[in-house]
């Protein structure tokens, strides 16, 4: 059993900056893939960032290459994402989630354990 518990949500302006943190507890962290998604109202769940389980690569969607970064510390059992530039297209319920698999995924069925979500709203 894993639990996941993100933090760092909030209200930012367009152009400026947030981190999220997903601390996680239970399974060995290390040994797993991780990812975050993000869902607006009245939206499907989608695909933000992925890293594998070293931490040694990472994948991102089209929409946010450039501007959020993904990254772990295995020691502290804690991934996060780092987004800067932020639009109020950005605006919707973030979701960390741990894999299955040791590698990066970008498909929601290959995690199996995801956090309550942190929100983030980008105001105009």
């Known amino acids: 059993q894993v639990q996941l518990v993100e933090s760092g949500g909030g209200l930012v302006q367009a152009g400026g900056s947030l981190r999220l943190s997903c601390a996680a507890s239970?399974?060995?962290?290390?040994?797993?893939?991780m990812g975050w998604f993000r869902q607006a109202p009245g939206k499907e769940r989608e695909f933000v960032a992925a890293?594998?389980?070293?931490?040694?690569?990472?994948y991102y969607a089209d929409s946010v290459k450039g501007r959020f970064t993904i990254s772990r510390d295995n020691a502290k059992n804690t991934m996060y994402l780092q987004m800067n530039s932020l639009k109020p297209e950005d605006t919707a319920v973030y979701y960390c989630?741990?894999?299955?698999?040791?590698?990066?995924?970008?498909?929601?069925?290959?995690?199996?354990?995801w956090g309550q979500g942190t929100q983030v709203t980008v105001s105009s």
């Open positions: 989630a741990a894999a299955l698999g040791p590698s990066y995924y970008t498909l929601p069925r290959m995690y199996n354990y």
């Open positions: 890293i594998s389980r070293s931490g040694g690569t990472t």
């Open positions: 239970g399974r060995t962290f290390s040994s797993n893939g």
